[in-house]
């Protein structure tokens, strides 16, 4: 692999040594700052070394000291390859030092096969929103059967809170979650409790506010294609080798300075790039290679049901590990919850599709978009079913809403146990959303942090966005730059301990036991298991493994009435038993008959005949 320069800045024996890429510039200074971050007179000037690099040493520098980049005069800018912003995306860069004490010497990863992931906003996830304040929790997510953190975004985006995906210093870890710092002993504390780190990264644009690089150069950017956001990275024009390098650098330094397992890349789809090999095939090698023997997952955000991106590069796919595959919740959304508006259009959520999304993995496999009016999706059942991530809430679904109201909001507890068991009794890679386990309450909204203009008009974009939802009519979309919609959005742990939560959350325990413990819910083939619509509210999923099967009737709605013809099956869960918050009066299996009310899911064991 061609090796990558090093950009920003870093310390180099008793000295730090800066690089600034600044093509079409003719003069670069590295201006340093006190810790009160007003700048210190004079300037270091770099020295220019061809292709637009600058260089400069500054002896007696080390780790913290806060600099900024001066151009042709302009300036001085943040330095985009900072690796810290303790005074916000518009302060100073600081110098880190990347050596920590680390004690995971044992840790080599999660399998894919074995993810079972728990994405979470850290500012929302705990009153203190910190990195270190995850720490306490990190256990009873192991003991819950969470093998893997998916955080959220952290590289520094604007102000003190944000979904992260408005981030402008990608090397740099926000200060309000605690720096650099915070997220190694996050980390590593995660490795100790047997948890996998995976980390949101944005490579499909770069946020408004603290974005300098356009200072440094346009070649950043490209009018050869566009994205929701505007002018896309440049990732195949003039200037691209670098652009590249910029993506690619901050993958590797993730798995290899933070000892991050595994990346999810935010919206592909927009992401650009019509040269060989394609940049998302470039980072997910090079991540791997920077995770130095550890195992290091690639999963990608990407609404098109492109099998090509996690189809092996051998047979001219992109080698990506998996693919967030939305079709699963979309169908369940609209079975359960009977949302019509915008994409849930294209979807029916009968039983029958809702059993071909889960037979395939995804639905549309080319068939033309009622939404778009255009096709979408490839084949998807060639590929492995643990490469498809499926949900039934995430941040968007949640945090898209007008309100950033949960599922628990709209469906019964019946209900919500019926789609959590569809969920982790298949054999594809389940994400859960944080407090997803005891059905939180408490909104995901949509908070930003921006300057006041930008900020006002986020707001009346955020409110004329939902102007014509007819499930939101009359609602009052929270103002997304009021600090108390943001304070709204954390999580309150009190819920856990009233009985309608506690109920939720044994059922989640007790699935997520049954998939990590039972050896036909380990079995993750695609010939390992089928699935299949028994009438119009009832389908059956049988999970086959060398000794029994387990076989899971799923009750969408009313009554379930079937023989197995195996009197010697065994009842292993059943979601409405009182344990579970249920309010069954009688056993739902009796001598291989199963009868029950839905919504509702039994979990019987047979033996392979």
């Given amino acids: 692999m061609k090796a990558i320069r090093t950009m920003g800045a870093w310390i180099e024996g008793d000295a730090v040594r800066f690089r600034v890429w600044a093509p079409d510039h003719d003069r670069v ?149 605690g720096g650099p710092a915070g997220l190694r002993r996050l980390v590593d504390a995660a490795h100790a409790a047997g948890l996998g780190v995976l980390l949101d990264c944005v490579y499909n644009h770069f946020g408004p ?27 195949d024009g003039e200037g691209a080798e670098q652009v590249r390098a910029l ?27 019509d040269t060989e090999p394609h940049i998302l095939r470039e980072i997910a090698e090079r991540a791997r290679a920077a995770g130095g023997g550890r195992r290091v997952v690639v999963i990608a955000e990407d609404s098109l049901n492109d099998a090509r991106l996690v189809t092996p590069v051998e047979q001219g796919g992109h080698g990506l590990d998996g693919v967030w595959a939305d079709d699963f919740h979309h169908e369940l959304r609209v079975c359960f919850a009977g949302d019509r508006d915008g994409y849930f259009e294209d979807h029916e959520g009968t039983a029958e599709d809702i059993a071909a999304t889960i037979r395939k993995g995804w639905i549309y496999e080319g068939q033309v978009s009622k939404h778009s009016g255009k096709p979408r999706g490839t084949a998807a059942e060639p590929l492995p079913p643990p490469r498809f991530v499926h949900c039934i809430q995430n941040h968007d679904q949640i945090g898209n809403r007008a309100l950033g109201d949960r599922l628990g909001e709209t469906v019964t507890q019946a209900a919500y146990r019926t789609m959590s068991a569809l969920l982790l009794i298949t054999p594809y890679t389940p994400l859960l959303f944080m407090g997803q386990e005891w059905n939180a309450r408490t909104p995901f909204q949509y908070f930003t942090d921006h300057n006041a203009e930008l900020g006002r008009l ?22 997304p730059q009021d600090p108390r919609t943001f304070q709204r959005s954390k999580l309150d742990f009190r819920e856990r301990q009233r009985p ?83 309010a069954a009066q009688r056993a739902p299996l009796e001598r291989g008959r199963a009868a029950f009310e839905g919504p509702a899911a039994l979990l019987v064991e047979v033996p392979r005949s």
Avoid at 221 to 235: I, M, Q, S
Avoid at 255 to 269: E, N, S
Avoid at 540 to 563: F, H, K, P, Y
Wanted: charged fraction near 25%.
């Fill in 29 to 177: 200074e590295i201006v340093t700052y006190g810790e009160d971050g007003q700048a210190i007179t004079g300037a270091l000037p770099a020295t220019p070394t061809g292709g637009g690099y600058f260089e400069a040493t500054a002896p007696g520098l080390g780790a913290g000291a806060l600099y900024k980049v001066r151009i042709d005069g302009e300036g001085p800018f943040p330095d985009p390859y900072s690796r810290a912003q303790p005074l916000g995306v518009h302060g100073p860069s600081a110098v880190d030092d990347p050596s920590f004490a680390w004690t995971d010497a044992g840790w080599k990863g999660v399998a894919l096969e074995d993810l079972v992931l728990y994405e979470v906003h850290v500012g929302t996830a705990t009153p203190e929103g910190t990195f270190e304040a995850l720490i306490p929790r990190l256990a009873e997510l192991r003991e819950l059967g969470i093998t893997a953190l998916e955080i959220m975004p952290v590289a520094s985006f604007p102000g003190e809170r944000g979904w992260g995906y408005d981030g402008v210093d990608l090397f740099a870890p926000s200060a309000a979650y």
């Fill in 209 to 235: 506010d603290g974005n300098y690089l356009r200072a440094y150069t346009k070649r950043y950017f490209t009018e050869r294609h566009k994205t929701p956001w505007g002018d896309a990275v440049n990732y």
């Fill in 247 to 273: 993506a690619i650098s901050n993958a590797e330094m993730w798995v290899r300075d933070f000892h991050i397992d595994g990346l999810r890349l935010d919206a592909t789809h927009a992401i650009l790039d």
């Fill in 458 to 479: 986020v707001t009346e974009g955020r409110r004329r966005e939902f102007q014509y939802f007819t499930s939101f009519s009359g609602a009052e979309v929270p103002d």
């Fill in 500 to 582: 309608e939560h506690a109920g939720v959350l044994a059922w989640y325990r007790e699935l997520l036991g049954l998939r990590a413990a039972h050896p036909a819910l380990r079995r993750r083939g695609r010939g390992d298991f089928s699935v299949e619509a028994i009438s119009p509210d009832a389908i059956r999923i049988e999970r086959r493994g060398d000794e029994t099967s387990v076989i899971a009737l799923v009750a969408l709605r009313g009554a379930l009435a079937v023989d197995l013809g195996r009197p010697e099956a065994r009842a292993l869960a059943f979601s409405e038993e009182p344990r579970f918050g249920g």
